[in-house]
């Protein structure tokens, strides 16, 4: 460059500042958005507040209710069920779908996508309203299992012991993104390890438990710290589908959240239920972090 | 080659998103252009055209059903025609939704300058200052209220002024399958006593395997009704913090017709409502089954949604209206300004259009023969006389049994409910559920209805 006073146009042409201007509309975005109302929520959660009147501060009287009160148990058993059933239902599944699909042919591709498909809309309300009528009374489901000989209708969505398994099924089916993740990790194995196998004769089972499984672990770690989160998060599916119903046997904790916070004007109450929220997901994450060394391979090829 | 595959799919998945986000806003966007060229079309769609010139798209809000939607929009219309340049943005919604949605806009301080105000949560915007003093407009003309009698605007108004103005005047009222009953031979009478209904219920299933629908997730309706009949007009103390009774039996009748139903299977249980959204007159259980098994011969509602209700219904089912069951009828029954129209405090420069928009749904003949007294008997004695004779039949009915049934043999309405009062009601639908499960007997969803009330009213005090 030669001259020492840069110009406003050098200035904006070095390195650091196309980074700095670059990132700026994310940094704007994050603190405006995330850290701003995050330490809002922080305050209302200390405080008695209805949404309509101005918060007042109230100390720990928000997280002391919670304890004692016995949705908030339920919520919290009801979201631990979803999570710990769906989670890995999903994980197994977008592996298997993997395999199947790793193996390359003309129609792979277009597979790839209609199995990403329900992935991409399975959070939307739309799906949430068809999975309603599908497990409706009059609905496919029932008209199936009456076609198979079933005399009575089932009220899958009116049963304690059947309501959260609709939901769990929708959860499972959405098994796109993990499958994607699985299939890119897959293609990283070298095939050499498999010829090496081969030639000490381990058959296909083998080759899946020695080699593919142990050299998947890492990406089955990242599915599950990123799926588990999202499994704790999952709120529409409870809010259009069964909106808790019946007797709170689907009352995922966001939507008990939801209720407080803007049903019941309990607004200070369920941002204090959204920080307990934020600690246990900590929690499990770093549990399973802590548990990462005892399974998961990040060795090299 | 493979990660070639695999990274055109990601981008192709990509832009597929970005395109379907773009879509979403770009539809409303093109139709906010197109509206004001139009000659200024109000739309009832939810995603309607958003603000698109500036100051003079007025934002309504209301909860209703299909049949209001229709007529408030075509009223909206007339109003857009009759003042060019003004244009609506109407978003009506679902009662459920309708008061989440408000208190979040309230929230935010966007609250929509024209909205629909219920006298259950009247008190509570008020004393938060979120709706507009209306007195100096009625003092000044721009709002005319010489029409509308006192006590009528007394109940939308608080410390002496007017914050809201009566929509239209409604009672409770039972629909019910008349066509059903004429077949059946069962008569339906008013003033019916809970034993008389249950027997009614009773004979019905018997013959033909249809339930009674009793309110669901709506305990308050229907509890502070037969409350009422034991002598208790307000169920909150708020002053004491308590709920205002001694013991909890004046709440056990309530109870009990739900643990009645539950153990003799003639009530529509939790399972079939769980498919339904709860208090919707299109969803309700006597229009809206699949089999006798999810059909009601009843349902419980506001007099005013009968002609949504009618209109909602097969083609050939006629529906009857008679007063909620009570052991004490004139105790129990009331009249209720059904909802009212208020201006929101942040309305701003808007304030002034929205006032003249609801002088318009008040005093406009023009626009009440659209309306035709969905919301209930018009406020304003004039309008209900010129629609009378327009109304159809079923509005007919409705006004008939407002002033013959209802009005003789009726008791002053009780007074709004305070803060947490709504979650103690939460609570007694929970309980309800519980009963419909066989899980709970009557006197313990009272007793433990007056424990958690007592408790919640003792932290709002």
């Known amino acids: 460059m030669g001259n020492k006073h840069l110009t406003l146009k050098q200035k904006l042409n070095t390195e650091k500042a196309a980074g700095i201007i670059c990132t700026l509309p994310f940094i704007i975005g994050f603190l405006l958005f995330m850290i701003v109302p995050m330490g809002i929520s922080l305050y209302y959660s200390f405080c008695d507040y209805n949404i309509l009147t101005p918060p007042v501060f109230s100390g720990l009287k928000n997280y002391q209710k919670m304890f004692n009160e016995e949705v908030f148990w339920t919520s919290l058993k009801v979201t631990f069920k979803f999570a710990f059933i769906s989670v890995p239902l999903r994980l197994i599944f977008a592996l298997i779908v993997a395999l199947i699909l790793f193996r390359s042919t003309k129609m792979t591709g277009i597979y790839r996508a209609m199995y990403y498909l329900p992935s991409m809309i399975g959070g939307s309300v739309a799906v949430a309203i068809l999975w309603k009528r599908l497990f409706a009374l009059d609905g496919v489901i029932n008209k199936i299992f009456m076609l198979l000989g079933m005399k009575e209708p089932v009220s899958w969505l009116g049963d304690t012991r059947t309501a959260i398994w609709t939901l769990i099924i929708l959860a499972v089916w959405q098994f796109g993104s993990s499958m994607l993740i699985f299939l890119s990790s897959l293609k990283q194995i070298p095939v050499s390890l498999y010829e ?13 438990w020695r080699v593919t499984l142990p050299l998947l672990t890492s990406t089955i770690f990242f599915n599950l710290v990123m799926q588990m989160i999202n499994g704790f998060l999952a709120f529409t599916q409870s809010q259009i589908i069964t909106q808790g119903k019946p007797m709170n046997s689907t009352l995922f904790y966001t939507v008990y959240m939801y209720q407080q916070s803007f049903q019941f004007a309990n607004t200070g109450y369920g941002a204090a239920l959204a920080w307990v929220m934020l600690a246990i997901i900590g929690l499990i994450t770093w549990i399973l972090f802590a548990t990462k060394r005892f399974w998961v391979y990040e060795g090299g090829f | 080659m493979k990660k070639r595959i695999l990274a055109s799919l ?27 060229a139009e000659g200024a079309e109000a739309s009832s769609d939810a995603a309607a055209p958003a603000a698109a010139e500036g100051g003079d798209t007025l934002v309504f809000t209301w909860w209703g059903n299909q049949t209001r939607n229709e007529r408030t929009t075509a009223a909206l219309d007339l109003y857009s025609e009759q003042n060019p340049g003004v244009t609506f943005d109407a978003q009506p919604a679902a009662w459920d939704d309708y008061w989440s949605k408000l208190s979040t806009a309230a929230a935010g301080n966007s609250l929509p300058p024209l909205l629909q105000m219920d006298y259950s949560y009247l008190e509570q915007y008020v004393s938060s200052g979120l709706l507009a003093d209306l007195t100096p407009y009625i003092e000044s003309g721009a709002l005319d209220a010489s029409n509308i009698s006192q006590g009528i605007m007394d109940s ?3 410390d002496g002024k007017v914050y809201a103005i009566t929509a239209g005047v409604n009672a409770p009222s039972l629909l019910y399958n008349k066509t059903l009953m004429d077949e059946l031979g069962i008569e339906v009478p008013d003033y019916m006593s809970v034993e008389q209904f249950e027997d009614i219920c009773r004979q019905v299933y018997e013959k033909s395997g249809v339930k009674a629908d009793l309110p669901y997730m709506a305990a308050d309706n229907y509890l502070p009704y037969l409350a009422r009949a034991n002598g208790v007009t307000a169920l909150f103390n708020k002053e004491e913090g308590r709920m205002n009774m001694d013991d909890p039996s004046p709440m056990v009748d309530y109870f009990k017709v739900f643990q009645d139903g539950y153990e003799e299977g003639w009530i529509i249980g939790a399972d079939i409502h769980a498919e339904l959204q709860n208090n919707s007159v299109e969803q309700s259980p006597l229009i809206y089954f699949s089999s006798p098994s999810t059909q009601a011969w009843c349902a419980f509602f506001w007099s005013n949604q009968m002609a949504a209700m009618a209109e909602a219904a097969p083609d050939d089912m006629e529906i009857g209206i008679t007063t909620w069951p009570s052991k004490d009828p004139k105790a129990s029954m009331f009249l209720k300004p059904s909802q009212f129209f208020s201006v929101s405090s942040n309305a701003g420069a808007q304030e002034e259009a929205a006032v003249k928009v609801i002088d318009f749904l008040t005093n406009s003949v023009e626009a009440n023969e659209i309306l035709l007294g969905e919301r209930g008997v018009p406020a304003s004695s004039v309008v209900a006389d010129a629609i009378a004779p327009l109304q159809d039949e079923t509005a007919q009915i409705v006004t ?3 002033n013959e049934v209802v009005t003789p043999n009726s008791s002053p309405i009780s007074p709004a409910i305070p803060d947490g009062a709504n979650e103690v009601y939460d609570y007694a639908n929970q309980y309800i559920d519980q009963i419909l499960a066989g899980a709970m007997t009557a006197e313990e969803a009272a007793q433990a209805t007056f424990d958690k009330g007592n408790e919640i009213m003792a932290s709002k005090k």
């Open chain 1, 196 to 208: 090496a196998a081969e030639i000490d004769g381990a058959n296909k089972w083998q080759q899946f």
């Open chain 2, 10 to 36: 990601l981008c192709a998945v990509m832009t597929a998103g970005v395109l379907a986000g773009c879509g979403g806003t770009a539809a409303p966007a093109a139709g906010g252009a197109a509206a004001p």
């Open chain 2, 156 to 158: 939308g108004s608080v």
């Open chain 2, 400 to 402: 008939k049994y407002i």
